[in-house]
């Protein structure tokens, strides 16, 4: 008997259960209420539930449910109010929300679509125009490393010039030196030749007139 009892309390708690996790929606009548007892002559709970509200079961008689409504009063209801899916009515005018909702989601789409299509032709423009300007820079690139090789050539014949200007200067020097010996050494030499003619003049000057006189001494003595 102990197990028996224990069996069919196991049994009505899982039943009612059941019942507590079951929901049933008001059929597709405009408003119904709930009322304290199973009789439409009992006390309203709440009234002016529409049509395709959900109620949570609380526990079933062979006419009547007694229901939680979403605003949380109790109370029992005829079971040929009651609808255990959405009602037509409700299940079309959830579908017409829905397809409104997806419309207003394909607008929103297709708005964000034309923009990010407006955006990825922005870039390719964008894209072209860079690379544009990546030619024009490494076209000027080029040319500044012509240029630099050029100044750099120049640079080298430039140095090489200044050695060379250095070396003929250097060059002229010494011939201007050796000039000037040689210069000094051919004005020694003519005044040499100058003093010696001078000094020989000199000397004939002195000697003819002598031998003169000694020629007349001589023929005097005859």
């Not at 709970?45 to 449910?65: A, C, D, F, M, Q």
């Not at 240029?147 to 070396?167: G, K, M, P």
């Amino acid at each position: 008997m102990f197990y028996k009892f224990i069996a069919g309390f196991f049994i009505s708690v899982a039943l009612s259960s059941s019942l507590m996790a079951a929901t049933v929606y008001v059929s597709d009548i405009q408003f119904v209420a709930i009322r304290e007892g199973q009789s439409n002559n009992s006390r309203a709970t709440e009234r002016g539930i529409k049509s395709g509200t959900p109620l949570e079961v609380l526990s079933k008689s062979e006419n009547y449910t007694r229901v939680r409504t979403p605003s949380g009063n109790i109370g029992w209801v005829a079971n040929y109010f009651l609808s255990d899916d959405k009602v037509s009515r409700d299940e079309l005018i959830d579908l017409q929300t829905q397809i409104t909702s997806l419309s207003e989601t394909k607008i929103t789409l297709q708005d964000k679509l034309d923009d990010a299509t407006a955006l990825v032709d922005t870039l390719k423009t964008d894209v072209t125009t860079l690379a544009t300007e990546k030619e024009a820079i490494e076209k000027r690139l080029n040319e500044l490393n012509e240029l630099t090789q050029e100044a750099q050539e120049i640079v080298s014949r430039n140095d090489e010039n200044v050695f060379a200007i250095a070396s003929l200067e250097q060059r002229l020097i010494s011939a201007q030196e050796k000039a000037d010996r040689l210069q000094s050494s051919h004005e020694q030499k003519w005044f040499m030749i100058g003093a010696g003619t001078l000094l020989g003049g000199l000397v004939i000057g002195v000697l003819v007139p002598l031998n003169r006189r000694k020629k007349v001494n001589n023929s005097s003595w005859s």
